[in-house]
């Protein structure tokens, strides 16, 4: 009884196709297609005949830093399986036509009910921000472990392709410093799998072996067998055995051939003869030269590292819901011209007594979420990170008085309470604030564009301070997701 009728076939018109409650879009090619125009769609059909397209555009979407582009469902058409881990892991599945849609309405359905179930505080570093998209994705995929595939194209050998695709091929490593951190923070737990070995300068696995003299590291040498020969007992290199017209050997002490391995001679170890420098040796040194940086390092100065099947703990699991708290941003401490969350706390309440006992007094909070500062954190690396944190400090300081106070209890969150002044100049204030964060940023990191929002409102004199700051965290935060 498979009659299917010309009626219910099941097409794309523009790309779109509303099946249901659910709309369908059908990425065929760029065209000037951005996938942020895609945030409408409950999900993406993905033409797959092109290898190198179908990667490029699941990696767009996965390495995305808002979950409605990196949660989104992508199934594959005219998809033919190729032996790549990274495509493999992540599409949510394949449809031999358009026909096989209404299949998929289940799945997506529940991707998109766990999706509500997701956390979205800020994140206090970018090691969490990171851990948390990757444990987001997990939850709405249902998945309990992050398994390693062996892949030519990372520099470590493997690849963890829902956390790598977050990483440039050559940041591989990078990918290990965040399950060390994720372990520690005890949100995965390490099942051994296999160990590479790293170079010492710069963490790649791409090496290149060679045995070496150990006189003159030269590769350039011969081994050969050594000959033991019973009957006289002089012992000597083959060679010293061999002739020149055939393949019988000689002892060159007593002229006597030998007859078989074992009964009259025996082989009992390898010499090796450099050819750089003559010497003679047993015992050769193996060194490795790192292919990226060039630096050539005995086997036992490599930097050896296990590659571990990572499993969600039972926090790990419940992270996505529940979020990631580590302690408070340590760089914030020492950011001359900010004062620490607790200082900070203590002061707004000597701030909020002051103004009740006079109402001509008023000050204000101001709260600035710079959404995306992580993906220019990650450029940067750890070393310039307290750099650009004091310089955004200090910018932020010569646009309000020397009696404001700042205090940044993680990157994407500055708070700054600016005294004695009406809400309207503060908000003047805070506008060029953000102006002159965007233009500085801009003009020194390779025109990056900083996502920030903010907001400014009276300081409360009833709520206490802490609520208050925490209900314009949500409500700034949450807006935007
Ligand atoms: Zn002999
Ligand atoms: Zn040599
Ligand atoms: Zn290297």
Redesign the pocket.
Known sequence: MSTTTKQNRIEFKDNVLQYNTFSFYLFESFGGLKIEHLNDYSAIVLEANDPDFTKLILKRFRSHNNPEFYLKPIFLINYKTINDPVTESLHDGVIASYDQIPEKVNDIQQILTLSTHIDHSPSSNFEVFLMKKILNYMYTRELRSLKPFPDVNSVIGFTYPIVSVNFETHEETKVLDLFDWAQKENLVWPDFYDRVYL?N??G?GHLSYREICPSCDSANMKSEDLIHHFPCGFIGPISDFKNQIDSVLNCPKCSKSLRHIGVDYDKPSIINHCQNCNEVFQDYLVKAR?V??G?DADVQYLVSKNINVYKLTKKGRSASSSGIFTSEYIGAEEVFGSVNSRTFNTMMHYEQERIKNNTSLSTNIALLHIENIFDLLRKLGKSKEKVFIAELVQLIRENITPADFINISNPSLIVICINDTTEAKAQTAMMKVYDKIEEMVFNNFNKFQLEMHYKVVPLSTTVPFEKQLLDLTKSLTEQHD
Do not use: E, H, T
Request: proline share 0%; hydrophobic share 10%.
């Open positions: 170079c300068g710069c790649s790192c990226n940086c630096v």
